[in-house]
């Protein structure tokens, strides 16, 4: 049987933060999450097709757009993760891609990911 349920990565390397932000997604969504170091994004979007994927922002510009062109590549759209204090930069450089800001509420996942789910479904 074929699970057609949409599919969400976290590329967080932060642990607990990657498990909070899984269960939320989990609890509000009928969906399937998963979760990846930062560095393992390249291989697990090899393995599997993802709708979405919240991505660590590092700001390190240059691996971040790397990371970005790989989702976007795999089909999936992207949103961030960030706990720093250059949103300006960030929404400057990745102008239309969602932010969420660590430490995160739960009301903020939510509305990123319906947001960014609802951008995935066909017209």
């Given at each position: 049987?074929?699970?057609d349920?949409?599919?969400?990565?976290?590329?967080?390397?932060?642990?607990?933060?990657?498990?909070?932000?899984?269960?939320?997604?989990?609890?509000?969504?009928?969906?399937?999450?998963?979760?990846?170091?930062?560095?393992?994004?390249?291989?697990?979007?090899?393995?599997?097709?993802?709708?979405?994927?919240?991505?660590?922002?590092?700001?390190?510009?240059q691996?971040?757009?790397?990371?970005?062109?790989?989702?976007?590549?795999?089909?999936?759209?992207?949103?961030?993760?960030?706990?720093?204090?250059?949103?300006?930069?960030?929404r400057?450089?990745?102008?239309?891609?969602?932010?969420?800001?660590?430490?995160?509420?739960?009301?903020?996942?939510?509305?990123?990911?319906?947001?960014?789910?609802?951008?995935?479904?066909p017209?």
């Open positions: 049987m074929v699970d349920r949409p599919a969400i990565l976290v590329a967080e390397d932060q642990i607990f933060i990657a498990l909070e932000a899984e269960r939320i997604i989990s609890e509000a969504f009928d969906c399937v999450v998963e979760i990846c170091l930062r560095d393992h994004l390249s291989k697990t979007l090899a393995e599997k097709t993802f709708q979405v994927v919240l991505l660590e922002y590092s700001g390190l510009s691996e971040d757009r790397h990371y970005v062109s790989l989702a976007a590549q795999s089909g999936a759209e992207v949103a961030f993760l960030s706990a720093g204090d250059d949103f300006v930069d960030l400057n450089a990745f102008p239309g891609v969602p932010l969420i800001r660590k430490p995160f509420s739960e009301t903020e996942v939510r509305e990123v990911v319906a947001s960014v789910l609802a951008r995935k479904q017209a």
